[in-house]
């Protein structure tokens, strides 16, 4: 399960993010995942809570908001956002298209602190 490594991921970068902060409690931190990342939410939830495991973001939740593929069509020039992930066919003209705009992105968005 490759998402428990990508949480591990996640975890280490958000603690370089909070290492200057100092201790801090952490109560949320969102990622974005396209919905072409290859990525599933449910499994990288439950490596969560593995990752988080004597850290300081135990206890965090992982929120993450999946993003939709958007191509940019080489024939007519139109960016079209796309039902599904394939295959990555041009809605305005029924071209073929390998220019994706988004949907391939794993980002840590923003980390949530609590109110001291």
């Keep these: 399960m490759h998402e428990l490594s990508i949480a591990h991921n996640i975890v280490e970068m958000a603690e370089e ?3 200057a902060a100092g201790p801090l409690k952490v109560e949320a931190v969102h990622v974005r995942i396209g919905a072409l990342a290859g990525v599933v939410a449910e499994a990288l939830s439950f490596g969560w809570g593995v990752a988080t495991q004597g850290t ?3 206890g965090a939740q992982l929120l993450a908001e999946t993003l939709p593929v958007i191509i940019a069509c080489e024939g007519c020039g ?11 066919l041009c809605p305005s003209c ?10 391939r992105e794993l ?6 602190i609590a109110d001291e």
């Design 56 to 58: 300081q973001l135990e």
């Design 78 to 88: 139109q960016r079209s956002t796309l039902e599904g992930s394939y295959p990555l």
């Design 107 to 112: 980002e840590l968005w923003s980390i949530e």
């Design 17 to 19: 993010a909070l290492a």
């Design 94 to 103: 029924g071209k073929l298209t390998n220019q994706i705009v988004q949907g």
